[in-house]
T-cell receptor, first 114, second 116 residues
Framework: AQSVTQPDIHITVSEGASLELRCNYSYGATPYLFWYVQSPGQGLQLLLKYFSGDTLVQGIKGFEAEFKRSQSSFNLRKPSVHWSDAAEYFCAVGVMGGGNKLTFGTGTQLKVEL | DGGITQSPKYLFRKEGQNVTLSCEQNLNHDAMYWYRQDPGQGLRLIYYSQIVNDFQKGDIAEGYSVSREKKESFPLTVTSAQKNPTAFYLC???????????????FGNGTRLTVT
């Protein structure tokens, strides 16, 4: 079965600084990979997704993620963080033939200092 | 605008009572899902439904029940058999169940259930 690890529970960055949130997955083949964002008390919003092709994918709100097969990673990045980016970020994995049943990581809480 | 509506946003119940959480979508999506979110545990799938009058158990279905009598509605009942019902519950939908990549999940804003 697939699994997802987000090793950082909390991350604090200064506004304008760069951001990288880590995500490692475990699966025998290439999975579907997703990053979602959740503002406090809200549902989740899809930031970006990856399955194949260019390993660097662009998403909404200026986010991007890079798939590295050798490291089983799909880290989320943003060159310059805005205070409104403060939220919880979830990495998720789906598998071909697995329907729409995603496995979510435990999330990384991002705090942005002004 | 199309979307998913979950109501109420906050719900309080006494232990031993069943409670039903509402989820309505106007996205014309075939598939609907219920997730439970607890701090530090991410999201866990409770039930999902691919089509009207059909649903399947997810990873943590014990103590929960659902129905899918209409395409747009997928209510979740938290029964008294659920040992730790206090949590944040998220409803989601997707255009299909065949591929998570081609039909990603759309989420409602959740219901926070507190049982005392």
């Amino acid at each position: 079965a697939q699994s997802v690890t987000q090793p950082d529970i909390h991350i604090t960055v200064s506004e304008g600084a760069s951001l990288e949130l880590r995500c490692n997955y475990s699966y025998g083949a290439t999975p579907y990979l997703f990053w979602y964002v959740q503002s406090p008390g809200q549902g989740l919003q899809l930031l970006l997704k990856y399955f194949s092709g260019d390993t660097l994918v662009q998403g909404i709100k200026g986010f991007e993620a890079e798939f590295k097969r050798s490291q089983s990673s799909f880290n989320l990045r943003k060159p310059s963080v805005h205070w409104s980016d403060a939220a919880e970020y979830f990495c998720a994995v789906g598998v071909m033939g697995g329907g729409n049943k995603l496995t979510f990581g435990t999330g990384t809480q991002l705090k942005v200092e002004l | 605008d199309g979307g998913i509506t979950q109501s109420p946003k906050y719900l309080f119940r006494k232990e031993g009572q069943n409670v039903t959480l509402s989820c309505e979508q106007n996205l014309n999506h075939d598939a609907m899902y219920w997730y439970r979110q607890d701090p530090g545990q991410g999201l866990r799938l409770i039930y999902y439904s691919q089509i009207v009058n059909d649903f399947q158990k997810g990873d943590i279905a014990e103590g929960y029940s659902v129905s899918r009598e209409k395409k747009e509605s997928f209510p979740l009942t938290v029964t008294s058999a659920q040992k730790n019902p206090t949590a944040f519950y998220l409803c989601a939908s997707s255009s299909g169940l065949m591929s998570s990549y081609n039909s990603p999940l759309h989420f409602g804003n959740g219901t926070r259930l507190t049982v005392t």
